[in-house]
């Protein structure tokens, strides 16, 4: 016998498929209502639950679909049975109808029975059934069955959840078959899953007509039934397994908002079981029972009271509260997050940004009496340079006032680092002028301009402009939760090896400055300038030390307000203390009207002249002092004069060897009354001199 497919085949296996394809849109949407009736329905059969079911029904059909596609292998083999079966015949045929149902389930594991029917077109009344079923396959193979099957003569049973009605055309599905896939062409249908009392499983079955070859032929119907208990009722999200019904994924009946959905892999294998799963807080909640954990089966018997309105279980034990702000994970109500006394960090930033505004009273107060001499000749333009990192040190207050954040933390490091900065170069530049001039001690005076002096500040000032840009733009530094000694949260700006690098500098440019200061402690200026300046420069260096000492190995634990306490307690130690050295005088001597006077005990401490100006000299644009510059000549003159006394009794002595010198005289020593030649006596006088200049 030739087997092969007719025309007829060909048009029917074509028509089908665009059934399927117009059939298989919008498949997936499945209203909630729907889906929670399915799983009721689950629930009632993995308790035990059957009601009606298996006394006046026999089955119970879902109208939830599943993925047909993993039993693919047994669909084909079904499509290419009927075929074969359409072609032969069904009337002549029936030990084919037998052997193809029984070589199916052996074909396939995932077959637990299979039939072929054959069906009278005109009267629908059933003229052949071969029922074959999958038992004890291992002794012996498949058993056909006889009971509850479709008796011979009468209409078969529309009730079956496989059984198509006779007058149904592939046009016209029956509700009992879910829609076939867009992509996949299918001769027959796959059903909904169903509950079968027979069985006492979950299937689903696949049917496919036969049409009958005359007009008064048989038509047949084939259909496999594919045991699904194996199937997982995951209720939770997604995931990565292929083993699960894919429409019952979200919906655990956790509180979504507040917790999430662990599925617990179901222990009774070859049945569909609810609530396999766990309730487990999000982080940032917590609760009072079960240590966040709640069993998924009485969290569904605890939502079913709640929509019956008959218990508030649900939302009030199975729900988890909010952490306080700030806890990503916690246990209770306790806080997280620090506490900000605002009152009083207002009271500190109010006192540091009026220091800021009395510093620009400040310059502008200086800048209107700049041609007084308590001002003249302390280079105004280096005073206002101070002052102005005076108040940028000051505004860092209000930079670390708030909660700190990215920008906050920008401007913390900025005002910090640049205020001190300026403040400090300029006090080191004018002190390293008073030292220069200092350490000259020839008759020709060193003077160093203020713009010769700015010529040296501007370079230092761009490379720290230079570093705090490339530090903003590569490695903008951030706010960081640390803990302080009550392991509450708050945010502090992060410390990396940007900060260390200019730790380290900034210390080295301290010692520099201090070594400059040393080299002055000595020198004599007019309204004492120098030295305040030193002690102002000592007190820095001081302050930052010991405040890092404070942070690292006193407060290392300490809370948001104390550290807002100790940068308030640095900036008033440091930057308060430096104008209170540096202009306090000053401002004092101008209030009491002495501003344009010259300092009278440092002239009568020996001060000359020569220092009147710190070393700078008269500008060029300003008129010449003409008392300076008198008091300079009489200076030098002293000293020309003092220089040819002493040659001359030098040269006296060396050409009169008989003079003796006299008890008492210039040239006499009270310890050694021996005499000496003129020439020890010049050697000796020489290094003496020598020694005081030094």
Known sequence: MEFGFS?????????????????????????????????????????????????????????????????????????????????????????????????????????????????????????????????AMEMGGPRRLTENTPHIGQRPDAEY???????????LRSPKFMPSPTNISYSGWWTYPYYSCAERKWLISYSVPIPSQGRHGTKGFLSLDIDVSNLEVNQCEESESSNEVDILHGTHKCHNSTSKCLYQQNQSEGTWKTGCYMCKCRDGFYTTHNDGLFNGTLVEVAYSEHLENSSEVWSQVFGCLQCAPGCKVCKGPEPCLATYHWPFRITLLVFSVTCAFCTVILIIYMFQHRKLKVFKVAS????????????????????????????????TKWSRHLGFCITYTALLMKTWRVSLTYRVKSAHKVKLTDKQLLQWMVPILLVMLIYLSTWTLSATPVAEEIEDQEGLKFKQCSYNWWDHSLAIGEVLFLAWGIRV?????????????????????????????????????????????????????????????????????????????????WDNRARSRGVTASFSLNGIGLVPEEPPDLYQENEELKEEIQKLAGQIEFMKIVHMEMNNRHVKPKTGGYFSSLAAPAIQSPMAKAGCLLAKTSSDDL
């Open 7 to 135: 025309a007829r085949t060909f048009l029917l296996i074509i028509s089908t498929l665009a059934v399927s394809i117009c059939d298989g849109e919008g498949s997936d949407t499945i209203p909630k209502d729907v889906v929670e009736v399915n799983l009721k329905q689950i629930r009632d059969v993995s308790t035990n639950s059957f009601g009606d079911l298996c006394i006046t029904e026999q089955f119970r059909l879902l109208s939830v679909p599943i993925d047909a596609q993993r039993y693919d292998a047994a669909r084909q083999k079904a499509d290419l049975a009927a075929m074969l079966l359409q072609d032969l015949g069904l009337v002549h045929h029936n030990g084919l109808q037998d052997a193809i149902s029984r070589n199916l389930l052996v074909s396939d594991q995932h077959i637990l029975s299979a039939r072929v029917l054959a069906i009278n077109v005109t009267t629908g009344e059933l003229q052949n059934c071969a029922w074959w079923r999958r038992q």
């Open 161 to 171: 959840p496989w059984y198509e009605d006779a007058d149904s055309t592939p046009a």
């Open 380 to 411: 105004p333009i280096f005073l206002s340079i101070t002052l102005l990192g005076c108040a940028t040190m000051y505004l860092e207050m209000a930079a670390i006032y708030p909660v700190l954040d990215m920008y906050a933390c920008v401007a």
């Open 517 to 597: 200061c040393y080299n002055v402690r000595n020198a004599e200026s007019l309204f004492n300038e120098a030295r305040l300046i030193s002690y102002a420069i000592y007190n820095i260096a001081l302050v930052n030390c010991t405040m890092v000492a404070f942070h690292l190995l006193i407060f290392p634990k300490a809370g948001p307000d104390i550290k807002y306490l100790l940068g308030f307690a640095r900036t008033q130690m440091s930057t308060t203390v430096t104008i209170a050295l540096v202009f306090g005088p000053k401002v004092i001597r101008v209030l009491k009207g002495q501003g344009d006077q």
